[in-house]
């Protein structure tokens, strides 16, 4: 079974610009959701999609955003991008419950000039 | 709230030393869930172990150990005969039952660096 994938693998923006990331989970896997992580915040939860609903959101600005399709894949969408942005965001697939294991992908490496 | 502590930031061993990194979390739930992940330098989080609050026996898987303790809050991770391929960062982790979804709290990490 293929794992978790998310593209692209690498980003550069400027300062201000938005940023699309996307993320295919697990075949059969209907819950996804994002992490950032940074070497000053390390893994930080930002939200969480379920059936095309936002279940649960971390403490981040309104800048993050995300979405998740009638086949589960999802896209996260950063506006108005900050130097402090820079980080690898991991995107993670479940089955169902709050409580199921959660596979990571390979990440996207955000990088904000 | 919900809390992860990994003291050990790194650990450097010679290849065949056995190895423990400590974790301990806070959780005022009472079914919760305990993960521990591996990331080698690829950056992908590769998961390593779930274990439920309710199931204090230990699991042991290869040359992988690892202890529960809910009296102490821990959850340590013990690799024997550690090898080079073993240096990657390993986070802890913890997800609560009554979260609204699926959430995962992580520890800030340990980096454990194996020297031939």
């Known amino acids: 079974k293929a794992g978790v994938t998310q593209t692209p693998r690498y980003l550069i923006k400027t300062r201000g610009q938005q940023v699309t990331l996307s993320c295919s989970p697990i075949s059969g896997h209907r819950s996804v959701s994002w992490y950032q992580q940074t070497p000053g915040q390390g893994l930080q939860f930002l939200f969480e999609?379920?059936?095309?609903?936002?279940?649960n959101k971390g403490n981040f600005p309104g800048r993050f955003s995300g979405r998740q399709f009638s086949n589960s894949r999802s896209e996260m969408n950063v506006s108005t991008l900050e130097l402090g942005d820079s980080a690898l965001y991991l995107c993670?697939?479940?089955?169902?419950?709050?409580?199921?294991?959660?596979?990571f992908g390979p990440g996207t490496r955000l990088t904000v000039l | 709230a919900q809390k992860v502590t990994q003291a050990q930031t790194e650990i450097s061993v010679v290849e065949k030393e056995d190895v423990t990194l400590d974790c301990v979390y806070e959780t005022r739930d009472t079914t919760y869930y305990l993960f521990w992940y591996k990331q080698p330098p690829s950056g992908e989080l590769v998961f390593l172990i779930r274990r439920n609050s309710f199931d204090e026996q230990n699991e042991i898987s290869g040359r992988y150990s690892w202890n529960f303790q809910k009296s102490t809050s821990s959850f340590n991770f013990t690799i024997t005969a550690s090898q080079v391929v073993d240096s990657a960062v390993y986070f802890c982790a913890l997800s609560e039952s009554n979260n609204a979804g699926n959430m995962l709290t992580f520890g800030g990490g340990t980096r454990l660096m194996v020297k031939p």
């Open positions: 999609y379920f059936s095309e609903t936002q279940r």
């Open positions: 993670a697939s479940s089955l169902v419950l709050s409580t199921d294991t959660q596979y």
